[in-house]
Structures are given as structure tokens and as C-alpha cells.
């Protein structure tokens, strides 16, 4: 991690930032264009910040938001543009990983989508399971819903009781987060939303409990590597008491 951005982020630089990459279909429309060309810029924009988490802040996780389980109510040719972009990106990245130390995993109920889509998922999975395990992972975070995740793992963690694998006893905030999609990665210090909303859409219910939130009228296509230096001197200046007193 360079000394000055180290500096420049205080001591509290996060290990782990998640972003709600919202206000394509804005960013298109104030254009005159078509929805579809918002998500289109704002895939791109996902490789720019990505690569500057990890190479210039020194972030070990990022998870970002890239489609809800909520956005199949969209129009089914926005929906389709999104999934073709998905699936354009990962064949794109499952070359360059092993070059560029990056590891993607999923998070979200992956059974919903289609079988090519789901073919280059399991290959992803597969080429980042080969991977150091320091690299720096990107979760990606497709049909994704934190209330969705939170009764997988319920559903999961009552199989296992009921085979005898678990008891209900046993159940504590560790143990239940291990059957969460987010299983071995820690909670994001830091969440950061643009396009002006203020509110979480179902992302990382679970995860968020004592995350910092970052807020920006900016939209996601527009969102440069400024606002990050901006969302993390914003950190930086928290007082992060965890019900405590500091
Ligand atoms: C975020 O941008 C991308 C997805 C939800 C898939 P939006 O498409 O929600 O953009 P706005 O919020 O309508 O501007
Ligand atoms: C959240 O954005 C989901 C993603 C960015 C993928 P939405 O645009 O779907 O959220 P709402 O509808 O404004 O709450
Ligand atoms: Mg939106």
C-alpha cells in the first residue's frame, strides 16, 4: 500500500468496504439514453474502483452490489442487458485474476440464473478456489438479498439439525454467520452508497450491524476514485464505539 494513501486514511483504513453501485438508469436517462447504457458504464466503472480498493487503498475485501433480489421486477430487456454484462465481465476477469491477485466469489442465491451464466460462476469459483487465499476477493453480490441470505442459512442450519450434523443449542452469532454467503470474510467497516438514497435495499443486513455508512448524491457511473478517498477520510474521522465508551 503506498505510504501517502496509507497516511491519508488514518490508522483506520478499512479492510473491507461493500458499495451499493446504484443510479445507472438516472445516469442514462439525464443522457437521454437508455437505461441499459447506465448499466453498461457502470460495469466499467466497477473494474476502475475495484482495481484502485485494492492496489491503492489495500483493501482485502470488496463487496458490491450488483443485482437485488428484488431487481427482477425491472423490464425482462434490462434485466437481460445486466445478466449479459455479468456474464461479458466474468469472462474478462477469470483471465486476469491470477495475474492481478484478485479472487471473486458470489454471494446470492445463484440457482435463479441462467445455465450459462451459472457455467461461468462455477468456473469463477473454481479458478478463485486455486488462488492464494490473501488475495484480494471481490464478492459480487447477484440476486442478492440480505433477507434471502439470512433464510438460506436458517434453512440450511435446521437440515443440519434435523440430520443430526447440529443442535439448536449450539447456535450462536459465530456459528450462524458460517452459513451465511459471507462465511469467512468480516463484517465491511465500511458501506458506501451513491446516487442520493438513503437506505440499505436489503444489502448485508446481517453483515451491516456496526458498519460506518458513507453517503453521496453521486451516481455510480460517475463515482471516481475521489469519492473513495472521500468515503474513507469520512471513515477515518468515526469514533467506532461498538455499544462501548470510548
Ligand atoms: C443500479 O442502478 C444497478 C441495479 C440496480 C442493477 P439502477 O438501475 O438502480 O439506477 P437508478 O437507481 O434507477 O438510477
Ligand atoms: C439496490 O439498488 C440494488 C443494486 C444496486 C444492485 P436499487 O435501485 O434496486 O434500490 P431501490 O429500489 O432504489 O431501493
Ligand atoms: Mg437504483
Same mark, same amino acid.
Given at each position: 500500500?503506498?505510504?501517502?494513501?496509507?497516511?491519508?486514511?488514518?490508522?483506520?483504513?478499512?479492510?473491507?468496504?461493500?458499495?451499493?453501485?446504484?443510479?445507472?438508469?438516472?445516469?442514462?436517462?439525464?443522457?437521454?439514453?437508455?437505461?441499459?447504457?447506465?448499466?453498461?458504464?457502470?460495469?466499467?466503472?466497477?473494474?476502475?474502483?475495484?482495481?484502485?480498493?485494492?492496489?491503492?487503498?489495500?483493501?482485502?475485501?470488496?463487496?458490491?452490489?450488483?443485482?437485488?433480489?428484488?431487481?427482477?421486477?425491472?423490464?425482462?430487456?434490462?434485466?437481460?442487458?445486466?445478466?449479459?454484462?455479468?456474464?461479458?465481465?466474468?469472462?474478462?476477469?477469470?483471465?486476469?485474476?491470477?495475474?492481478?491477485?484478485?479472487?471473486?466469489?458470489?454471494?446470492?442465491?445463484?440457482?435463479?440464473?441462467?445455465?450459462?451464466?451459472?457455467?461461468?460462476?462455477?468456473?469463477?469459483?473454481?479458478?478463485?478456489?486455486?488462488?492464494?487465499?490473501?488475495?484480494?476477493?471481490?464478492?459480487?453480490?447477484?440476486?442478492?438479498?440480505?433477507?434471502?441470505?439470512?433464510?438460506?442459512?436458517?434453512?440450511?442450519?435446521?437440515?443440519?439439525?434435523?440430520?443430526?450434523?447440529?443442535?439448536?443449542?449450539?447456535?450462536? =452469532?459465530?456459528? @450462524?454467520?458460517?452459513? *451465511?454467503?459471507? !462465511?469467512?470474510?468480516? $463484517?465491511?467497516?465500511?458501506?458506501?452508497?451513491? &446516487?442520493?438514497?438513503?437506505?440499505?435495499?436489503?444489502?448485508?443486513?446481517?453483515?451491516?450491524?456496526?458498519? =460506518?455508512?458513507? @453517503?453521496?448524491?453521486? *451516481?455510480?457511473? !460517475?463515482?471516481?476514485? $475521489?469519492?473513495?478517498?472521500?468515503?474513507?477520510? &469520512?471513515?477515518?474521522?468515526?469514533?467506532?464505539?461498538?455499544?462501548?465508551?470510548?
Amino acid at each position: 500500500m503506498p505510504e501517502e494513501k496509507n497516511a491519508a486514511a488514518g490508522t483506520a483504513s478499512p479492510r473491507h468496504i461493500a458499495i451499493i453501485m446504484d443510479g445507472n438508469g438516472r445516469w442514462a436517462t439525464q443522457r437521454g439514453l437508455p437505461r441499459t447504457a447506465g448499466h453498461k458504464v457502470g460495469a466499467e466503472n466497477l473494474l476502475k474502483i475495484a482495481y484502485y480498493c485494492k492496489d491503492v487503498v489495500g483493501v482485502k475485501y470488496l463487496t458490491v452490489y450488483a443485482f437485488s433480489t428484488e431487481n427482477w421486477k425491472r423490464a425482462t430487456e434490462e434485466v437481460n442487458v445486466i445478466m449479459l454484462l455479468l456474464d461479458h465481465y466474468l469472462h474478462e476477469f477469470i483471465e486476469v485474476m491470477a495475474r492481478d491477485h484478485f479472487r471473486i466469489c458470489f454471494f446470492g442465491d445463484l440457482s435463479k440464473l441462467s445455465p450459462k451464466l451459472k457455467k461461468i460462476a462455477a468456473r469463477t469459483d473454481e479458478v478463485s478456489n486455486a488462488l492464494p487465499k490473501d488475495y484480494c476477493r471481490l464478492n459480487l453480490c447477484i440476486n442478492y438479498g440480505g433477507r434471502d441470505e439470512i433464510l438460506r442459512a436458517a434453512r440450511k442450519y435446521a437440515a443440519d439439525c434435523a440430520q443430526g450434523i447440529r443442535t439448536p443449542e449450539e447456535l450462536d =452469532e459465530h456459528l @450462524f454467520s458460517t452459513y *451465511l454467503d459471507s !462465511d469467512e470474510v468480516p $463484517d465491511p467497516e465500511l458501506i458506501i452508497r451513491p &446516487s442520493g438514497e438513503l437506505r440499505l435495499s436489503n444489502f448485508l443486513l446481517w453483515q451491516c450491524a456496526y458498519s =460506518e455508512f458513507y @453517503f453521496t448524491d453521486t *451516481l455510480w457511473p !460517475d463515482f471516481t476514485t $475521489d469519492e473513495i478517498d472521500r468515503a474513507i477520510a &469520512s471513515y477515518a474521522k468515526r469514533n467506532r464505539r461498538f455499544g462501548g465508551v470510548k
